[in-house]
Nanobody, 119 residues
Framework: TVQLVESGGGEVQAGGSLRLSCVAS????????LGWFRQAPGEEREKVASISTDGSSTKYDDSVKGRFTISLDNDDKITVSLQMNSLKPEDTAMYYCAGRRWGDQWNYWGQGTQVTVSS
């Protein structure tokens, strides 16, 4: 199986920045994509950004394009980071790291890290 552990959440004022990190361990050779999702209270979980584990492909939700950057670091573990700039109060949510294989659902999830942006 795969374990995903997030870190880096916190509280910041609007316009500020935060960097989230997620370390993937275990059967990481079985993962082809890693992504960041978020869920605000009373809202559906939404995908914010994703990246292929070879780093060749990235995708962003329109709401974060130009503000968030997803990146990958492959050593003996895989670390996927989300640099979040120009944060807005509507970015406030629990952020989750997730992983999946080609053609599969997002089956692997971290425990989440809270991001709060105050106005």
């Amino acid at each position: 199986t795969v374990q995903l552990v997030e870190s880096g959440g916190g509280e910041v004022q609007a316009g500020g920045s935060l960097r989230l990190s997620c370390v993937a361990s275990g059967a990481i050779s079985s993962i082809n994509y890693l992504g960041w999702f978020r869920q605000a209270p009373g809202e559906e979980r939404e995908k914010v950004a994703s990246i292929s584990t070879d780093g060749s492909s990235t995708k962003y939700d329109d709401s974060v394009k130009g503000r968030f950057t997803i990146s990958l670091d492959n050593d003996d573990k895989i670390t996927v980071s989300l640099q979040m700039n120009s944060l807005k109060p509507e970015d406030t949510a629990m952020y989750y790291c997730a992983g999946r294989r080609w053609g599969d659902q997002w089956n692997y999830w971290g425990q989440g890290t809270q991001v709060t942006v105050s106005s």
